[in-house]
C-alpha cells in the first residue's frame, strides 16, 4: 500500500497562511510581527529544506526504515514473532493511531536532544534564531537535522509498523508544527491539558530564562509533564523571543552554519580531549573554565535567586537576553 507524504500538499497551504497572517498582521496594528530581512531569510532557509527533504528525508528515511522493517519481517528473520510474539502491523485506524502516538514520542525525544546536545542544537539553532514568532518562522528549518533524525523512528517500523505508515505520520506531525507558530490562536481551553498549543510554543519559542528548554512535544504535551520539561505560558511575562547566541545576520548561509564555528572555537580553548568532546556533544552553554554556564546550572542558580550573578550561556555579551 502506497501513501502520499502529507507534506507535498503542505507547501502551498505554507505560504498561503504566511501571507496571510503577514497581511492581517500590517492592516491590524502588529506591524513589527514580520521583518521584511527576517522574512526572506526563513523563505530562503524553508525553500532549501523543501528541496532536500525529498533528497535526504524520504529517500534516506525509506530506505533506512524499509531495511529495517525487512530485517524484522517475520518472514525473513522472524524476529518479531520469535521476540515479540506477533508479525507485523496492518493499516487499521487504531494502528493509525498507535503509530502517530509512537511518532510523538519519538518527536519528543529528538526534539528534546536537539537542545541538549550541542551538535544538534547547532543544526536546531536555525529554528530559533530569529527574533519574531510568526509562520514564517514555522519554515526556518536547519537543513542538517534531516541526517539524523530518522535514527529517532527507527525503532517505530523495527516493531512492526509498515514504513509508509511511519512517514506519513511524519508528515502530519509537521503541519502541525507548523501552525502553531502564531500569536493570533487563542488559549484551546480543555484541549490545553492535552495537546502541545499555540502558548505552549511560545515559551518554547523564548529566550527568557525560566522558559528555556521546555515544551519540546509535538502533537502531546503529555511527553513534557511526565519528563519534567513542560511550562504554562505566564501572562505576566514578557515574552522575548530568540536566542542568546544569536547569528547577527540575516545571510541564510551564516543562520545555517554561525553555532558550527562557534563549536569550532570553543574547542580550541582546551587541548584536552574531554573537553573538545565536551564542547561538541555536551549541552549548549558548557564550559571547561566556568566562563559560560548551561541551561540547567543557570536556572538552577535562579531558583538560588543567585542567576544576575552569572553570565548567560556562550554569548555573555548579548543584550537581548530577557531578565
Not at 495537546?195 to 530564562?209: E, F, G, I, R
Request: proline share 5%; charged share 15%; net charge neutral.
Amino acid at each position: 500500500m502506497e501513501f502520499t507524504n502529507p507534506l507535498v500538499y503542505g507547501i502551498p497551504v505554507f505560504i498561503a497562511f504566511i501571507l496571510l497572517e503577514l497581511t492581517y498582521s500590517k492592516t491590524h496594528g502588529d506591524e513589527h510581527l514580520y521583518q521584511w530581512k527576517d522574512l526572506m531569510a526563513s523563505g530562503f532557509i524553508g525553500i532549501g529544506s523543501a528541496i532536500l527533504a525529498p533528497l535526504f528525508k524520504l529517500v534516506f528515511a525509506m530506505v533506512l526504515f524499509e531495511q529495517v522493517y525487512e530485517l524484522c519481517n517475520p518472514y525473513v528473520h522472524d524476529v518479531r514473532q520469535n521476540i515479540l510474539g506477533y508479525q507485523s502491523f496492518g493499516f487499521a485506524w487504531y494502528i493509525w493511531l498507535l503509530c502517530q502516538l509512537a511518532d510523538d514520542f519519538s518527536y519528543y525525544w529528538f526534539h528534546r536532544t536537539n537542545h541538549k546536545v550541542r551538535i544538534c542544537w547547532a543544526a536546531h539553532i536555525v529554528h530559533h534564531s530569529s527574533d519574531n514568532f510568526n509562520l514564517g518562522t514555522a519554515i526556518r528549518n536547519g537543513w542538517f537535522t534531516i541526517l539524523y533524525k530518522p535514527l529517532f523512528y527507527v525503532w517505530i517500523p523495527a516493531i512492526g509498523f509498515p514504513p509508509e505508515m511511519v512517514v506519513v505520520c511524519l508528515g502530519i506531525e509537521a503541519l502541525w508544527q507548523f501552525q502553531l507558530h502564531s500569536v493570533y490562536v487563542p488559549k484551546l481551553g480543555f484541549l490545553e491539558k492535552i495537546l502541545n498549543t499555540h502558548s505552549m510554543h511560545q515559551v518554547h519559542h523564548a529566550q527568557n530564562l525560566e522558559y528555556l528548554d521546555k515544551n519540546h512535544g509535538g502533537f502531546l504535551n503529555v511527553f513534557d509533564k511526565i519528563f519534567g520539561t513542560w511550562k504554562e505560558l505566564d501572562e505576566n511575562i514578557n515574552v522575548k523571543y530568540g536566542v542568546s547566541t544569536s547569528p547577527d545576520s540575516y545571510n541564510p548561509l551564516v543562520i545555517l552554519t554561525h553555532e558550527y564555528k562557534d563549536i569550532w572555537k570553543d574547542m580550541k580553548k582546551s587541548d584536552k580531549l574531554h573537553h573538545k568532546l565536551m564542547y561538541i556533544f555536551g549541552p549548549p552553554g558548557w564550559s571547561h573554565d566556568n566562563s559560560t554556564f548551561t541551561v540547567r546550572q543557570l536556572q538552577k542558580e535562579q531558583g538560588n535567586g543567585q542567576h544576575k550573578q552569572i553570565p548567560f550561556p556562550i554569548k555573555t555579551k548579548n543584550k537581548r537576553f530577557a531578565k
